[in-house]
């Protein structure tokens, strides 16, 4: 083999590992971004979990304040 062609060789070789290597990073960022598409959907959901939450705590406030003010009223008798 001349020197020629072992450096095609080593130069198809290398191409191909590249190659090889560009391939398992463009999967990974695919990861990444499918792992960055839950993250912010997971933090869409703490949010609107935060928000529930705070709507639950809300209602129960103004329910025990509507239960405070019906005890208050005052009795009529005729």
């Known amino acids: 083999m001349s020197y020629s062609q072992k450096s095609l060789g ?7 590992k590249t190659r090889v290597e560009d391939t398992v990073c463009h999967k990974r960022l695919l990861e990444d971004t499918v792992c960055r598409k839950r993250l ?6 703490r949010k609107r979990l935060l928000e529930d939450t705070v709507c639950r ?15 208050e009223l005052p009795t009529y008798q005729n």
């Open 10 to 16: 080593d130069a198809v070789s290398h191409f191909h």
């Open 40 to 45: 912010l959907e997971d933090t869409v959901c």
């Open 57 to 71: 705590k809300r209602l129960m406030e103004h329910s025990s304040v509507a239960k405070d003010s019906e005890n």
